[in-house]
Structure formats: structure tokens, C-alpha cells
């Protein structure tokens, strides 16, 4: 069973930088399809960025640029740099994994990801 935390989030003005961090159980991010969600009040969870095999990522056109996705293999940690932060990137941010190829990861929704943390808080006022 694969366990995620989140951290790191918190309230952030317009133009501020955040780092999520997400903690993981046994051996998960060598072999797993890692990503970033999000959902804001009212909206569907979208997807952030993901990472397969520790180098080929994907990120929203909404972010790029200005988030960045990695992780510590030797830690089992998933991080997300955000910068340039704006009011609209305003979500509960969720860490999640699956162990499927990786044809099912860079780019996949959440439908696809098996295992979630329960979230992280991001307000960014203006």
C-alpha cells in the first residue's frame, strides 16, 4: 500500500513562491508514475505536472514556466516548485501515483492514478 503526504502548502500573495513536498512509503518513486493535481472551489481536479522515470515530465500549459516538478528517489520525495504564483493557481494541491507504463503517465488525468495524499492548501491572494 502506498501511502503520500503533502506539505508545504500555505497562503501566498500574487507573485510569491511556494515548494509542496510529498512523502512517500516503500520504494515509490523509482517505479512510479508521480504527479500534481489540483482542485479549486467549484472546478473538476486538473492535472498539474507528472514525472516518469525520474526525467521525462509534463506540465499544464497553465503552469509552465513557472512550476517545476522532481523528486528524491533516495527519500521518496515529490516536490513541486511554484513560482510567479497567481490568484487563478488558488487549489488544493494532491500528490498522486500509479504503477502503470509509462504510455499512462506524462499527460494522463486523474482517473489514472490509484494512489492520493489529502491535499495541501494553496491560497494566493492578489
Known amino acids: 500500500q502506498v501511502q503520500l503526504v503533502e506539505s508545504g502548502g500555505g497562503s501566498v500573495q500574487a507573485g510569491g513562491s511556494l515548494r509542496l513536498s510529498c512523502a512517500g512509503s516503500?520504494?515509490?518513486?523509482?517505479?512510479?508514475?508521480m504527479g500534481w493535481f489540483r482542485q479549486a472551489p467549484g472546478k473538476e481536479r486538473e492535472g498539474v505536472a507528472t514525472?516518469?522515470?525520474?526525467?521525462?515530465?509534463y506540465y499544464a500549459d497553465s503552469v509552465k514556466g513557472r512550476f517545476t516538478i522532481s523528486q528524491d528517489n533516495a527519500n521518496d520525495i515529490l516536490y513541486l516548485q511554484m513560482n510567479t504564483l497567481k490568484p487563478a493557481d488558488t487549489a488544493m494541491y494532491y500528490c498522486?501515483?500509479?504503477?502503470?507504463?509509462?504510455?499512462?503517465?506524462?499527460?494522463?488525468?486523474?482517473?489514472?492514478?490509484?494512489?492520493w495524499g489529502l491535499g495541501t492548501q494553496v491560497p494566493v491572494s492578489s
Open positions: 516503500g520504494n515509490t518513486y523509482s517505479s512510479y508514475c
Open positions: 498522486a501515483a500509479h504503477s502503470g507504463p509509462g504510455s499512462l503517465c506524462l499527460a494522463s488525468g486523474p482517473e489514472y492514478f490509484v494512489y
Open positions: 514525472l516518469w522515470g525520474g526525467a521525462s515530465t
